[in-house]
């Protein structure tokens, strides 16, 4: 159960004793030069210490769940309630209106609210959740279909990665006999989505256009596979009842199909998009200009959770399997999402494969929010008509600068250093940083990324909007 609140008077006194405490240590060890005092005078004392968190039971909202049972939010001074929520947009809602102050977003959600598809809301992250995480589920019947097409080991086992060109010959004789294709994903702009759609589009199956200047949103306009919303927990119930062929979701609802034996994951994220990023910790712009100073130690307690998750080659996954099986958080059985979160993932039944990087939290900067990643997200939108016109390459800047916040992550990283709390090392040389990967070329495809020309990237698909085109 989430720990009882205590009152408001014992809050305060704790939080004077903590920050006492803090100030004793940091001198007892001699972080008192002046870089160290610079860092630490950045961040005041928070502006609002009692906060609600909304959450979607996925195994990628660990950072807050870590940072309440760990105790890391109290360090700074923060009494969190953590809160899951029904749907995402429920959740996004909540945020907006400020019913929460805050929440573990699809990264899409801030990038989609701040330019007005769907709801309009000026929205900001300055935490990266995680990366990968994510799988494409078939059902028995599909996966049936399928396996002729497979490529096989030599003990006939699929050969991985499985690409969609193997799901086309299933999804045409949907087509030729009049039937449809249907797949789940959970939110029009989550990760989910986009990445469903790459990796059809990248086997020629055509997943439809958005036109919200027409009014249709539905997102199947020419679509060979027809893709709707489904809220992550109903994923396998709704494939069971065949309302759904496939889905594409976060774990452990991948997982589930195969406990449950009612479907089989063909691909993971991390095989569409090695290292790709998944969700965010998203607030209002307008809140984060009313409590700047709590916004940070909020950062900080969710950048100390996410370095606990990795640490020595995952070794405290196991113990955070056990808090993220808790009602109030996932509430899906251990082994269900120690199938994922500990370093393999299962396929077919008995098909257990290593994926060390399955769940990433804090390797390879996953905490950091670049603009690279906000660009290409808004590429995928622009891609499949949620923006219906071309847009210059500076527009994707601007954006990406309006809602990603790596100054904000950068004074957050900064006070934990100086605190002894995590090394330099770690991060970004924020000295240096543009807020911009290396183009990457680990896409299924083969097609490279570069944040810093998105027009000329979506050149370069077969299936998607180009230049001058909308519909």
Known sequence: MIRKMVSSGLKKTRRRFLQRTALALVTASMLGSFVAQSALAEVGEPEKEDLKFGFIKLT???????????GYFEDEGLFVTLEAQANWKVLLDRVIDGELDGAHMLAGQPLGATIGFGTQAHIITAFSMDLNGNAIT???????????????????????????DYLKPVVDSYIDKGKPFKMGMVFPVSTHNYELRY????????????????GDISGTIKAQALLSVTPPPQMPSTMEAGTIHGYCVGEPWNQQAVFKGIGVPVITDYEIWKNNPEKVF???????????????????????????????????????VKI??????????????????????????????????????????????????????????RRWGQIAEHKKDSWYMDVAKKVYRPDIYAVAAKEL??????????????????????????????????????????????????????I
């Open 60 to 70: 990628d909202m660990a950072p807050l769940a870590v940072a309440y049972e760990k």
């Open 138 to 164: 078939v059902s028995n019947k599909v996966w049936d279909e399928m396996k002729p097409h497979v490529p096989k080991q030599a003990d006939g086992k699929p050969i991985h990665p499985i690409k969609a």
């Open 199 to 214: 990796w059809l589009a990248a086997g020629g199956i055509h997943p439809g256009y958005y036109a919200p200047h027409k």
């Open 282 to 320: 998203g607030v209002s712009k307008s809140w984060a200009d009313k409590y700047p100073n709590t916004h940070i130690r909020v950062v900080k307690a969710m950048i100390r959770a996410a370095k606990w998750l990795d640490e020595k080659d995952n070794a405290n996954r196991p113990e955070a």
């Open 324 to 381: 993220l099986a808790m009602k109030n958080y996932v509430g899906a059985d251990y082994e269900v999402i120690a199938n994922s979160m500990t370093g393999t993932f299962e396929y077919e039944k008995g098909d257990k494969r290593p994926i060390p990087d399955f769940n990433v939290f804090f390797r390879y900067n996953a905490t950091y929010p670049y603009y690279s990643d906000a660009i290409w997200y808004l590429t995928q939108m």
């Open 417 to 470: 250093i100086a605190e002894g709390k995590v090394k330099a090392s770690e991060f970004p040389d924020f000295s240096k940083e543009d807020g911009f990967k290396p183009p990457q070329k680990e896409f299924i495809d083969g097609i490279a990324y570069d944040g810093k020309k998105p027009n000329e990237y979506l050149e370069k698909f077969p299936i998607g909007l180009k230049e001058k085109e909308s």
